[in-house]
């Protein structure tokens, strides 16, 4: 069993910046590939990056693909979302997620956590 705990979101005007950091507690947490996800009002939930569990392997969707970067420390069981040149369209609820297999697959992560909430304004 892996838990994960997201933070920081929040509202932040559009071209600004936010980090996320989620946090995996759990037995053998810190050897679970890692992904983003966020699901929009009335969309449905969607990739946004992913990363191997040695930190060696990264992926983005195309929408974020040069503003976003994922990165994590397993001596923190954590991992971050740079969020920058944010705009209004990346407004959602962000969820972390953690897969034993594959990074790539949505089907492959198993464990989710709460979310939090990201809001961009004009």
């Known amino acids: 069993q892996v838990q994960l705990v997201e933070s920081g979101g929040g509202l932040v005007q559009a071209g600004g910046s936010l980090r996320l950091s989620c946090v995996a507690s759990?037995?053998?947490?810190?050897?679970?590939?890692m992904g983003w996800f966020r699901q929009a009002p009335g969309k449905e939930r969607e990739f946004v990056a992913a990363?191997?569990?040695?930190?060696?392997?990264?992926s983005y969707a195309d929408s974020v693909k040069g503003r976003f970067t994922i990165s994590r420390d397993n001596a923190k069981n954590t991992v971050y979302l740079q969020m920058n040149s944010l705009k209004p369209e990346d407004t959602a609820i962000y969820y972390c997620?953690?897969?034993?297999?594959?990074?790539?697959?949505?089907?492959?992560?198993?464990?989710w956590g709460q979310g939090t909430q990201v809001t961009v304004s004009l």
């Open positions: 997620a953690a897969s034993p297999r594959g990074y790539d697959l949505t089907t492959n992560y198993d464990y």
């Open positions: 990363i191997s569990w040695s930190g060696g392997m990264t």
């Open positions: 759990g037995r053998r947490a810190i050897y679970y590939n």
